[in-house]
């Protein structure tokens, strides 16, 4: 750090409480990274570990008027770098604003600070018997601030919806400090343009959000029936898994994981399975029939089925997808590609994916969201991650061919992880030219100055 | 018209085919009103009925070229002057830009032009056993390009969403007659901002669209059960509804008519109807145990029921709340307002709309989708409508109180109206002066000589 850096962080210092700016190296090391096996160059200037939104406010004053870059973080669980803090910049975490301020039954609205755990708030509002369906698969350590910046998706996407359809309201913090709220707390709400939605996905570029008012719904009650299916190949399982929606059956979970995926899960757990596999759960009143029926057009597609709605049978079936991650990360370093393809068009890329792979000579696994199109294809190689050395060449080399397909079959770059740093290279490809500009100027109109989270999303 | 401007107008007749600039004095005259009961000081300059997307983007390169104000205009069946033209403005209509482009069963997406009705996209989707569930009141007339302007709401949107939460991807021409593609066809994308949902609710000052890709879900299958009931006044009625929601139950529909509006339309059909009345509908599997248990409800709170899954008898039962409507106009001008709140606060909302319009004498009819909030205090008055006149200033001053009252009980101005002209005064109340001041740095990063529908919305 220069003299003149320390001298500016003594103003920091001093506008905050004495516990909230956080400059020890290991909480600057660990503020270096996410979850996408990729770091920055090297230690960020300190960490503003808020507990409250004054707290932001007064980081964004200090960093606006010393023309200082902002990473805003939460539990640092992101795929795709977009918390990852380098030299000379300011990590704003809201790790420790974790707090539910409120829930109405009759609104069915809660409010909430944006660190608060997914799981966390599941189980506060399963008290109520309410639900806030957003489920990315990282729910027990990733936060409601995490799931607004990326919106996330989940399993339980092509039923219940994204992110974005169950935020009503935001508070967020600016690049000068100063606080907004968007938005309605009313399900209905057009007053001016929808900055709300704007925020969302956003990835911490246009301001700091440091609440939430989330739209709930009653929870799911009844039996839930699972059925699971193992197939010689993923394109029949794609298959079937697309005749299941042309079909007009409503799953709430349906997943598919590659034979190669499987294949690993297999010499992870010791467990004598083979096969692609697919997983598909419904819910809500007429459970059963879907699932049966689902399960017989899984069988006419050459499946070897499994229906049950034991929960513990259940709870088995579930975990063979939920371990595929900790499976394959046990191979090595894992980098988790997200495109997302109109649905008709997954089995298509399953094949690119794996002959992708076969040529570049790298290790692919591939689960699917197979109830509505997105994939994530896994790199797995040796070396990279935490160290901040690059993945193999052959492994860009294979991602550039699977995001180029991704556009060309009408789908997108990143379903659900965010575009943060390792996918920016490929962002004018599927924008175009005047579309980035337009989401330039919307940038420059929130921050002219350009210090929120710089070198990210856009 | 000046002669600078008839030269100039030239050049754009030149620039299109003969039948798609339109200058009859009654074209111009009908443009000058939408349904608001309101009207522009004068007739607009011309006419564009864009049949294709390049004479969109033909007359917005003229249009900003000559610095020409563009109002972009459907069917015209707004109600807040959103699509109303005045002297020297271009109208760009895409009224006749009507198609059905593609259906995908297994995407469930459809392509549209902005001009099909809602009704007429929801024949034709029927016939693939696919459903797009924005449905507006006004459904028979007004069309998707109209709700994707206002993110239009409807009777539905406590159980299925709003118009916002079923487009996945638009075509849009901005001011300078570029054409982008936001979005994605994909059930799940967060590449960039999400500009689509941004231009969603606009209201036509970003940008004209020319085309959406609408996401669709499976037509509901099975029997709708409806439920009917009369209460000796609003306040029980909206108790009774805030307590069905609170139990969790999620009808599809669930309305309210007050007193007045029940005399009124009583006085109109000649039905012997008396009190303030509920609607409520069920559909999907367990339909019928959601309409019995909420018709019990209804019952203990002090209402005559009558539950029944007759299609006749049913549809008798909704034609009281869409006739409501109809029976208004037969008094006179109507303001439909479109206040709404937290479902918590409906029964105070109608409590101030009453007593509003006893303290200032004006005739205040509420109906009420009371599954979300969302309220429509119509004002019934003489005078006012197409000839340009203003509604009387009893009008204003009981309407200045409803908004700023819904405003304090934690709702907003508009739920799925828009703001059009009519409540740009009351703007800055509800977002405050920083967010205002955002909306329109955005708007001029779209748009930067701001001749996109002008004076509106913003």
Not at 35 to 60: C, D, I, K
Not at 143 to 158: D, E, Q, S
Not at 274 to 287: K, M
Request: proline letters at 5%; glycine letters at 12%.
């Amino acid at each position: 750090m220069t003299a003149a850096a320390a001298t500016a962080l003594d103003d920091l210092r001093a506008a905050l409480p004495a516990d909230v700016l956080v400059t020890e190296p290991a909480a600057l090391e660990v503020a270096r990274a996410d979850r996408s096996g990729h770091s920055s160059t090297g230690a960020p200037l300190a960490v503003v570990e808020a507990t409250e939104v004054a707290h932001v406010q007064a980081a964004m004053r200090w960093a606006s008027a010393h023309g200082v870059a902002v990473v805003p973080r939460g539990a640092g669980t992101g795929l795709a770098g977009g918390a990852n803090a380098g030299p000379g910049e300011l990590v704003v975490s809201v790790d420790r604003m974790r707090r539910l301020l409120d829930v109405s039954l009759v609104d069915q609205t809660c409010t909430v600070e944006p660190g608060i755990r997914n799981l966390e708030l599941d189980e506060l509002l399963a008290g109520h018997g309410l639900w806030w369906p957003p489920d990315p698969a990282s729910r027990a350590i990733s936060t409601v601030g995490g799931n607004i910046a990326t919106n996330a998706g989940g399993l339980l996407c092509a039923k219940h919806g994204v992110t974005r359809e169950w935020v009503l309201s935001l508070d967020v913090v600016l690049a000068d400090g100063e606080l907004i709220r968007t938005g309605h707390r009313t399900v209905k709400g057009v007053t001016g343009l929808d900055l709300t939605a704007l925020v969302i996905g956003s990835e911490g570029t246009l301001g700091i959000v440091v609440g939430a008012v989330l739209k709930l719904r009653p929870a799911v009650t009844g039996a839930v029936w699972t059925v699971g299916a193992f197939f010689s190949d993923e394109e029949r399982a794609a298959a079937a898994c697309t005749a299941i929606t042309a079909a007009r059956l409503r799953p709430a979970i349906m997943e598919l994981v590659d034979r190669e995926g499987v294949g690993m899960l297999a010499a992870y757990t010791g467990e004598p399975l083979a096969g692609a596999f697919v997983l598909l759960q419904a819910d809500e009143a007429g459970a059963e029939e879907v699932a049966r029926t689902a399960a017989a057009m899984l069988e006419a597609h050459g499946g070897t089925v499994e229906v049950t709605d034991d929960p513990a049978r259940s709870d088995l079936l579930v975990q063979v997808r939920r371990q595929v991650h900790f499976a394959l990360e046990s191979f090595g370093t894992i980098l988790v590609e997200d495109v997302s393809v109109p649905r008709s068009r997954m089995a298509d890329m399953f094949r690119i994916c794996r002959d992708a792979a076969a040529r570049h000579g790298v290790r692919l696994p591939v689960t699917c969201h197979a109830g509505d199109g997105n994939l994530h294809p896994t790199f797995v190689f040796e070396g990279g991650g935490p160290d901040g050395t690059e993945p193999p060449a052959a492994v860009w080399a294979a991602a550039d061919e699977v995001f180029q397909a991704a556009i060309a079959l009408g789908g997108t770059l990143t379903g659900e992880h965010g575009v943060g740093t390792l996918k920016r290279r490929w962002l004018v490809d599927e924008l175009g030219e005047r579309q980035l500009a337009l989401q330039h100027a919307i940038k420059a109109a929130f921050d002219p100055q350009g210090i929120l989270n710089p070198g990210k999303a856009l």
